[in-house]
């Protein structure tokens, strides 16, 4: 195994070019810290997003040799086994500079997808009692942990070539949220989700589900959106 590592970075926004460097491998070494390397002792203009480093926050995700990854998480071990990296932004969203997206767009969808909680009670009312063998509850768990990085997005086939779609972090949102019978949003929530540009949209090609680092399935929480709104529109709820 050679001690260098050979890595490309993407430098400039969406017209810019890949930049070559030279990294000391080192033992146990994590793509992030490669790019925190190279902004240190290389070349300090590079840009590049991290907040926790052990797997919390989600902030440095990047496409990592053609996959989006938490680079924190991720060892250089298992991507670059022939010593060469190769690292971009997250695909489908616009490039600030270098490894920086801007996630407006990202998070706008959510808001799109009625993604905030709607209380049916108040603090004067008793706390809600959830049993959490429920289905619902079960249904809300699976999907609860999401923070938000952006990998399943980045992922998405169906983002790429529709750029409208609500992406499957939003909808896993959704789902999480009407599975909650504490939230009084459902069908509001359904009406915002069930059109051409959500959940309806999505091919099931998985990706989001097979990169999630959370190990969180939105193409199953999808799919339950698509049972929902069905139910609902022969309901006549919609």
Not at 112 to 129: I, L, S, V, Y
Not at 180 to 200: S, Y
Not at 215 to 236: D, F, Q, Y
């Amino acid at each position: 195994m050679s001690d260098i590592l050979q890595v490309r970075v993407w430098r400039g926004d969406e017209q810019g070019e890949y930049q070559a460097f030279e990294v000391p491998r080192l033992e146990s070494q994590t793509v992030l810290d490669v790019v925190s390397h190279i902004q240190r002792h290389m070349d300090p203009t590079l840009a590049y997003r991290f907040a926790c480093r052990v797997g919390m926050c989600g902030s440095c995700a990047m496409t990592v040799n053609g996959v989006a990854r938490w680079t924190c998480r991720t060892h250089v071990s298992k991507v670059a086994k022939d010593g060469a990296l190769e690292l971009a932004p997250l695909a489908h969203l616009p490039v600030v500079r270098d490894l920086v997206t801007d996630m407006s767009e990202f998070f706008d969808k959510w808001a799109r997808a009625r993604g905030q909680f709607h209380p049916t009670a108040t603090r004067e009312d008793p706390f809600a009692r959830v049993r959490p063998d429920s289905p619902e509850r079960r249904n809300a768990d699976a999907g609860i942990e999401c923070i938000g990085c952006g990998v399943c997005y980045a992922s998405c086939d169906v983002v790429q070539w529709r750029p409208d779609y609500l992406g499957p972090a939003a909808l896993n949102r959704a789902w999480t949220l009407i599975n909650d019978e504490r939230d009084g949003a459902r069908n509001e929530r359904l009406r915002a989700v069930g059109d051409d540009a959500g959940c309806l949209a999505c091919h099931t090609h998985v990706s989001c589900t097979e990169r999630c680092p959370k190990h969180i399935s939105p193409t199953a929480g999808i799919a339950g959106l698509k049972r929902a709104v069905m139910k609902a529109a022969l309901r006549g709820d919609l």
